[in-house]
């Protein structure tokens, strides 16, 4: 119902998608203008080991026609060249550990996750009463509320995605077993899909509650994954079907389009595990929403969490 429901509310709130695009094209300028003096000597590196043009075989294999698992073989070899050219290269290593610690896991999850709470204040208004609710507005006045959200927010982040970092990395080498060679691919993107299902179940709640309640930050934190267990079940099977489609469309869309349609897919991804959030967190405590300005969803009564 969840899932059915937040597909609903994308077409009603469409617009919005809009909204996120440009914020993510603003983040993506300030994020490059961080990584440049990093990345510029990194790709240099690269370039001269040779990985662009493992890179463009990767790519080519797409349409080549030689299957998955040639796409994983593919890969595998580009993660390997990326891997000994870091290893071997002191300027390499440490121009990787300063784009991917400073950049990508400070710089840009601060950056970007800045638009969840005020995104979800615009959808809680527009839930619960049809209203109307500018996102600017919202940004600039729960800047604060944002700031302390997010900074809470990448403890949770960025230790569960070193786990599934580690845990890709090691299962990457299911391409040197023969026997285990040819299911690798299906493994991979089994474990991506269920511990995305598990990372997304965990804090579903945890941005709604913090808006919809005025909850603390650590609170709410506690509030979604004491709910998220208790309806472990329907709220995971959500979330893993979700991420399913995501990474389905969005790797379709970008593959038929050469990228180009990424730009509408990847903004619509975000809006759509937002509204999939609400949904979830209305559902499950029972409270009336609005999905359109004609429809409001009733859930079953339920004692809300305290």
């Not at 996120?20 to 203008?33: E, K, N």
């Not at 003096?37 to 080519?60: D, Q």
């Not at 959500?238 to 730009?263: E, Q, S």
Request: aromatic content about 18%; glycine content about 8%.
């Amino acid at each position: 119902m969840a899932f059915k429901n937040a597909l609903k509310m994308i077409i009603s709130k469409f617009g919005l998608m809009w909204v996120i695009l440009l914020y993510l094209l603003i983040t993506g300028v300030l994020v490059v203008s961080l990584s440049l003096p990093f990345a510029v000597p990194l790709v240099r590196t690269f370039e001269e080991a040779g990985i662009g043009k493992l890179i463009a075989e990767f790519f080519t294999s797409f349409t080549s026609g030689g299957g998955v698992n040639a796409w994983f073989d593919k890969f595998y070899a580009v993660i390997l060249a990326v891997k000994n050219s870091i290893l071997t290269d002191k300027i390499a290593a440490f121009n990787t550990g300063a784009l991917v610690f400073f950049v990508f896991i400070f710089a840009y999850r601060f950056i970007l996750g800045l638009y969840e709470i005020p995104l979800v204040t615009v959808l809680e208004g527009a839930m619960s009463s049809d209203a109307r609710i500018g996102f600017t507005g919202r940004y600039v006045s729960r800047i604060g509320k944002s700031c302390k959200f997010v900074l809470v927010k990448m403890i949770y982040t960025v230790l569960f995605d070193f786990v599934i970092f580690f845990a890709l990395y090691r299962m990457f080498d299911l391409f040197s077993v023969p026997v285990l060679k040819f299911f690798a691919p299906f493994i991979i993107m089994a474990a991506v899909l269920v511990m995305l299902g598990i990372r997304y179940t965990l804090i579903a709640m945890w941005a709604p509650d913090v808006v919809l309640r005025e909850r603390g930050i650590f609170k709410a934190f506690g509030f979604s994954v004491k709910c998220a267990f208790k309806h472990f079940g329907s709220v995971f099977s959500t979330f893993l079907f979700a991420w399913t489609l995501i990474i389905a469309v969005n790797m379709l869309v970008g593959l038929f389009t050469f990228g180009a349609g990424l730009i509408l897919t990847v903004p619509l991804s975000l809006l759509f595990v937002n509204v999939l959030n609400m949904t979830v967190y209305y559902g499950k405590n029972g409270r009336r929403y609005y999905t359109d300005s004609a429809t409001v969803v009733t859930p079953p009564i339920v004692e809300e969490e305290k």
